[in-house]
């Protein structure tokens, strides 16, 4: 059953895949496809995306590897049915739950995964809501915090397994906190808009039970040259490859 929103078509991965977004509330860009490409899985995973949206990254990362065998979640019906009728256009299968984060539902709550992503809200409770419902569920954190969300999320994830997120920078020290009590291998990688500029997300991948050191990477510049100069869009070749042809992204 298809949404019954008004939609946009909006081709990912350079037209390799086309989604269906709302035209109206939230629509997905460059982080779902960086999350995705920082996905550490090979064929056969069981894989989890913990509010999946319109099922962008992992139709993403679907594309990358294959033979995956795909969940997500997500609170909202019109983009879990959208989910649903993007995986049927680019011929891939997802198995789409619908749940809360913090109330997910016994199809997800009793299975384990080899590796889950999400890409939270980035706005807590008490900022601005937006008037579009969509967009506001997808974007502020209205009823639990970034550490609940962190927390049930992680939970999915079997020993040994992935935990990626991508997120704002200035929550790094919350999502850290959220998962040192039962993940190690923890890597951060830091997104910079431009060379001279302050980065503003990142990228966090840990295992669940390891015992590995903390590490930060050098950072990943999405752009080239100091200023945005031309009529196209001016992604720096290691962003372009990820973005555009669906590279791995490996830190």
């Known amino acids: 059953m298809i949404a019954e929103i008004e939609t946009v078509d909006h081709g990912f991965l350079d037209g390799r895949l086309r989604i269906l977004q709302p035209r109206d509330g939230y629509r997905a860009a460059t982080d779902p496809v960086m999350m995705a490409a920082a ?3 090979k064929a056969g995973a069981h894989v989890l995306d913990v509010g999946c949206g319109v099922g962008t ?3 993403c990362l679907g594309y990358r590897v294959t033979e995956l065998d795909l969940h997500g979640i997500e609170i909202q019906p019109d983009y879990a049915a959208l989910a649903r009728e993007n995986a049927h256009r680019c011929g891939q299968k997802i ?8 109330d997910m539902p016994d199809s997800v709550r009793h299975a384990s995964f080899d590796a889950v992503m999400t890409n939270p809200p980035w706005h807590e409770a008490l900022s601005v809501a937006s008037p579009n419902q969509g967009r506001d569920t997808a974007n502020r954190l209205a009823k639990i915090s970034l550490t609940d969300w962190v927390t049930a999320a992680s939970s999915r994830v079997k020993s040994g397994g992935w935990f990626v997120i991508i997120q704002r920078v200035t929550a790094l020290p919350e999502i850290l906190a959220a998962l040192r009590p039962k993940m190690g291998d923890i890597a951060v990688l830091p997104l910079q808009s431009r060379t001279d500029r302050d980065a503003g997300r ?3 991948k840990a295992r669940k039970s390891a015992r590995g050191p903390f590490r930060l990477a050098p950072p990943l510049v999405l752009h080239s040259g100091p200023s945005h100069v031309q009529d196209r869009d001016d992604f720096s070749p290691a962003a372009r490859a990820i973005l555009r042809d669906g590279a791995a992204l490996d830190f």
Not at 95 to 102: A, I, P, W
């Open 39 to 41: 996905m550490p899985v």
């Open 202 to 204: 990142v990228i966090v």
């Open 57 to 59: 990254a992992a139709l």
């Open 95 to 102: 198995e789409v739950h619908q749940g809360d984060v913090t």
